[in-house]
């Protein structure tokens, strides 16, 4: 390494060890992990759930829970030993030279404090900066800098008072505030819509070219490494399995592990088959011989199962190495994703239908005796909807836009505002307690986050019991039947029965949910966002068991995710929300080719693909979606649509109508005539719009 290569590293990890000492031995989570990292560079850190990238964030930082340790090895941070640094160093290093913005932002912001008074405290911490002036000077500036609307306003909130992209724009705010020269980003875009996220990782960019920060970056989503890192590292279980640029690795990938992990990744346009990698990540108490991923992998022999295997140089030129026996069968005979197969299931009747409805919150009031009259948050607006037996319908739109108000409000978990909705031609608003009981044994909610909606105090057998013995005459012996029967289907193993919902990882406990939500054979399942924090291995084994309950029981589905990719994957129809009302409406097939609604367009045109290569016209959009509480006249989204055509745009609603030559199953809320409103020739004309 030569001089020049020293004075532009700023990170080096060497061959660390991380162990975590458990009540039934040692938990050995990274094993001869090693990472570099130059300025103004972006390393991308790709796995599985349970694969070490966290922990290998927390090693560097030297945030490591009490009962963990790094046991070997050496981390060095611009030339410093961190490992050996004192805890007055580490404090000096920690938020002022390396910021790490952690997966969860609202678990990691204080809920007492304000986001400015957060940021202003880690000012004053970190900057020789003492008056508090100057530091809310400071702050009001990097909220602006990251794109927070009415920064001084917005620094006087509290967390809770932040979306969850505004939220995650405050962590980043935290970090940026002292200009470090390493930003660890742990997860950043889980959870955040794919408008939020496109404009999250064009803010990275222009901080990355503005400050030449170094950028770690965690992640699940391949998409997102793909789009805005400059090489990539392949975790797996512990031990790092590929490395090299992104172009390299993505395009000419030679670690099975790697193959797998690409080839299960849903993506937009691309007919394949959702094929989860088998089995699982090993317990890391007991790690077997030879390869990690051999009991796993469609390549390996007796040869993978004994001694050490190390890294394995795959061009030279490009750094490209990959820790595999058979890196060049793997490199020319590949594992790719097969072709989906067509839908084996056919749509009835209509289970569930809503006409007209309205949701409001906050309508004002007689409260002890005085009368608040003001604007109500209209979360959902004159609505209509019609879901079919067997059928997937999908609902997308941006956070704040009324999808999860309008699932919750279909089930009667929130009372109507106005419309109606009709269960198998019934209206559910003259059902007696009897009716209504039926109703809830027959439609049921999987919650996007499953450790939350769990109750922690019962175990999996408890909870999964709870719905059978609510909605169904069976007794114990039969209970139990069903209980054995559902957990095999969900693939989760016997011993899963006594154990805790904090004792499983997100996608056992997404499973149990599954599970519970079946357990009473019901005719409709709202599903939000059950996928959203989910790895992409763990992410197609829900989605191809949703398919197959589906076509075992005839369920019907009401799918809400902000992951166009999902929905292309395995909806029949789509519905696209925005600000409380549908604008965009039609079979799978129609939604995703044009004419698009702008919105919808917008969507489509802000998800990052596998192919680092791909120079596609990104479309962004400004601001933020506008308050329900005061949304604008005319068209909602004319306050932000590219393609705005004047007056008629702020002044008329435009209603659905069908678009080309269909049977009115693709509509369009649009003033636009369907020629300006999309075509092929439009997306390469006009790529800045």
Same mark, same amino acid.
């Given at each position: 390494?030569?001089?020049?290569?020293?004075?532009?590293?700023?990170?080096?990890?060497?061959?660390?060890?991380?162990?975590?000492?458990?009540?039934?031995?040692?938990?050995?989570?990274?094993?001869?992990?090693?990472?570099?990292?130059?300025?103004?560079?972006?390393?991308?850190?790709?796995?599985?759930?349970?694969?070490?990238?966290?922990?290998?964030?927390?090693?560097?930082?030297?945030?490591?829970?009490?009962?963990?340790?790094?046991?070997?090895?050496?981390?060095?941070?611009?030339?410093?030993?961190?490992?050996?640094?004192?805890?007055?160093?580490?404090?000096?290093?920690?938020?002022?030279?390396?910021?790490?913005?952690?997966?969860?932002?609202?678990?990691?912001?204080?809920?007492?404090?304000?986001?400015?008074?957060?940021?202003?405290?880690?000012?004053?911490?970190?900057?020789?900066?003492?008056?508090?002036?100057?530091?809310?000077?400071?702050?009001? @500036?990097?909220? %602006?800098? #990251? *794109?927070?609307?009415?920064?001084?306003? +917005?620094? !006087?909130?509290? /967390?809770?008072?932040?979306?969850?992209?505004?939220?995650?724009?405050?962590?980043?705010?935290?970090?940026?505030?002292?200009?470090?020269?390493?930003?660890?980003?742990?997860?950043?875009?889980?959870?955040?819509?794919?408008?939020?996220?496109?404009?999250?990782?064009?803010?990275?960019?222009?901080?990355?070219?503005?400050?030449?920060?170094?950028?770690?970056?965690?992640?699940?989503?391949?998409?997102?490494?793909? @789009?805005?890192? %400059?090489? #990539? *590292?392949?975790?797996?279980?512990?031990? +790092?399995? !590929?490395?090299? /640029?992104?172009?390299?690795?993505?395009?000419?990938?030679?670690?099975?592990?790697?193959?797998?992990?690409?080839?299960?990744?849903?993506?937009?346009?691309?007919?394949?088959?959702?094929?989860?990698?088998?089995?699982?990540?090993?317990?890391?108490?007991?790690?077997?011989?030879?390869?990690?991923?051999?009991?796993?992998?469609?390549?390996?022999?007796?040869?993978?199962?004994?001694g050490s295997i190390r890294m394995e140089t795959v061009s030279e030129r490009d750094g490209h190495e990959s820790r595999c026996l058979h890196w060049e069968t793997a490199i020319s005979d590949p594992i790719e994703a097969e072709e989906s197969a067509a839908p084996s299931h056919t749509p009835g009747e209509d289970v569930l239908s809503a006409e007209k409805l309205k949701k409001y919150y906050d309508v004002g009031g007689v409260i002890q005796n005085r009368f608040f009259d003001h604007q109500p948050v209209q979360a959902v607006s004159d609505v209509s909807l019609t879901i079919r037996e067997s059928e997937t319908v999908g609902l997308v739109g941006e956070s704040g836009c009324g999808k999860s108000t309008l699932g919750r409000t279909l089930l009667k978990l929130h009372d109507t505002t106005d419309g109606s909705i009709e269960f198998r031609h019934q209206e559910l608003s003259g059902l007696n307690k009897e009716q209504l009981q039926q109703f809830r044994s027959e439609c049921q909610i999987i919650f996007q986050d499953p450790e939350a909606s769990l109750n922690p105090n019962k175990t999996i057998e408890e909870i999964i019991e709870r719905p059978l013995k609510l909605f169904t005459e069976n007794p114990p012996e039969e209970r139990q039947q069903r209980i054995t029967e559902l957990i095999e289907q969900m693939n989760l193993g016997r011993e899963i029965r006594s154990k805790?919902?904090?004792?499983?990882?997100?996608?056992?406990?997404?499973?149990?949910?599954?599970?519970?939500?079946?357990?009473?054979?019901?005719?409709?399942?709202?599903?939000?966002?059950?996928?959203?924090?989910?790895?992409?291995?763990?992410?197609?084994?829900?989605?191809?068991?949703?398919?197959?309950?589906?076509?075992?029981?005839?369920?019907?589905?009401?799918?809400?995710?902000?992951?166009?990719?999902?929905?292309?994957?395995?909806?029949?129809?789509?519905?696209?929300?925005?600000?409380?009302?549908?604008?965009?409406?039609?079979?799978?097939?129609?939604?995703?080719?044009?004419?698009?609604?702008?919105?919808?367009?917008?969507?489509?045109?802000?998800?990052?693909?596998?192919?680092?290569?791909?120079?596609?016209?990104?479309?962004?959009?400004?601001?933020?979606?506008?308050?329900?509480?005061?949304?604008?006249?005319?068209?909602?989204?004319?306050?932000?649509?590219?393609?705005?055509?004047?007056?008629?745009?702020?002044?008329?609603?435009?209603?659905?109508?069908?678009?080309?030559?269909?049977?009115?199953?693709?509509?369009?809320?649009?003033?636009?005539?369907?020629?300006?409103?999309?075509?092929?020739?439009?997306?390469?004309?006009?790529?800045?719009?």
């Amino acid at each position: 390494m030569t001089q020049s290569d020293i004075n532009n590293t700023i990170l080096e990890v060497e061959n660390i060890n991380v162990e975590f000492s458990v009540p039934d031995g040692t938990v050995q989570a990274l094993r001869d992990v090693s990472v570099s990292l130059d300025k103004g560079e972006t390393l991308g850190i790709a796995g599985e759930s349970g694969s070490g990238k966290s922990t290998l964030a927390l090693a560097i930082v030297q945030y490591l829970d009490s009962n963990g340790h790094v046991s070997d090895g050496s981390i060095r941070f611009k030339g410093r030993d961190i490992l050996n640094a004192s805890k007055d160093e580490l404090r000096s290093i920690r938020g002022g030279e390396i910021a790490h913005v952690a997966q969860r932002p609202s678990q990691a912001l204080n809920p007492s404090l304000t986001i400015g008074e957060q940021i202003s405290e880690s000012i004053r911490l970190h900057q020789d900066i003492d008056s508090s002036d100057d530091a809310r000077e400071r702050t009001i @500036e990097v909220l %602006d800098q #990251v *794109n927070i609307p009415d920064p001084a306003e +917005m620094s !006087e909130r509290y /967390p809770h008072e932040l979306s969850g992209g505004q939220q995650q724009r405050a962590m980043l705010a935290i970090g940026l505030s002292c200009n470090p020269d390493l930003l660890i980003l742990d997860e950043p875009t889980t959870g955040l819509d794919v408008t939020t996220q496109a404009k999250f990782l064009d803010l990275i960019q222009d901080l990355k070219s503005e400050y030449n920060t170094a950028i770690l970056l965690i992640t699940h989503n391949l998409g997102v490494i793909s @789009e805005i890192a %400059d090489r #990539v *590292n392949v975790l797996y279980a512990g031990k +790092m399995v !590929e490395k090299g /640029p992104v172009k390299e690795v993505f395009s000419n990938p030679a670690n099975p592990y790697t193959q797998a992990l690409l080839a299960t990744t849903p993506e937009l346009g691309v007919d394949k088959e959702l094929r989860p990698i088998p089995g699982r990540i090993p317990d890391l108490d007991n790690i077997p011989d030879g390869c990690i991923f051999a009991d796993r992998c469609d390549y390996a022999t007796e040869k993978c199962e004994t001694g050490s295997i190390r890294m394995e140089t795959v061009s030279e030129r490009d750094g490209h190495e990959s820790r595999c026996l058979h890196w060049e069968t793997a490199i020319s005979d590949p594992i790719e994703a097969e072709e989906s197969a067509a839908p084996s299931h056919t749509p009835g009747e209509d289970v569930l239908s809503a006409e007209k409805l309205k949701k409001y919150y906050d309508v004002g009031g007689v409260i002890q005796n005085r009368f608040f009259d003001h604007q109500p948050v209209q979360a959902v607006s004159d609505v209509s909807l019609t879901i079919r037996e067997s059928e997937t319908v999908g609902l997308v739109g941006e956070s704040g836009c009324g999808k999860s108000t309008l699932g919750r409000t279909l089930l009667k978990l929130h009372d109507t505002t106005d419309g109606s909705i009709e269960f198998r031609h019934q209206e559910l608003s003259g059902l007696n307690k009897e009716q209504l009981q039926q109703f809830r044994s027959e439609c049921q909610i999987i919650f996007q986050d499953p450790e939350a909606s769990l109750n922690p105090n019962k175990t999996i057998e408890e909870i999964i019991e709870r719905p059978l013995k609510l909605f169904t005459e069976n007794p114990p012996e039969e209970r139990q039947q069903r209980i054995t029967e559902l957990i095999e289907q969900m693939n989760l193993g016997r011993e899963i029965r006594s154990k805790y919902p904090h004792e499983l990882s997100g996608g056992q406990q997404q499973r149990v949910a599954i599970a519970r939500a079946f357990a009473a054979n019901p005719s409709l399942i709202v599903l939000d966002e059950p996928v959203a924090s989910l790895d992409v291995s763990v992410q197609a084994s829900i989605l191809n068991l949703l398919n197959e309950l589906r076509d075992e029981y005839g369920t019907s589905y009401l799918l809400i995710s902000h992951d166009l990719s999902v929905i292309e994957s395995i909806c029949d129809r789509v519905a696209v929300m925005y600000l409380g009302e549908i604008i965009e409406t039609g079979t799978t097939s129609e939604i995703f080719a044009p004419p698009y609604h702008p919105y919808t367009r917008s969507l489509l045109r802000s998800i990052p693909t596998l192919d680092p290569t791909e120079d596609i016209a990104q479309i962004r959009l400004d601001g933020d979606v506008p308050s329900a509480r005061d949304p604008p006249s005319g068209c909602s989204f004319h306050t932000r649509c590219p393609k705005k055509i004047g007056d008629i745009c702020e002044t008329e609603d435009p209603q659905l109508e069908s678009v080309g030559d269909t049977d009115n199953s693709h509509c369009i809320s649009c003033h636009l005539d369907q020629d300006q409103i999309e075509s092929p020739l439009d997306m390469v004309a006009n790529p800045e719009m």
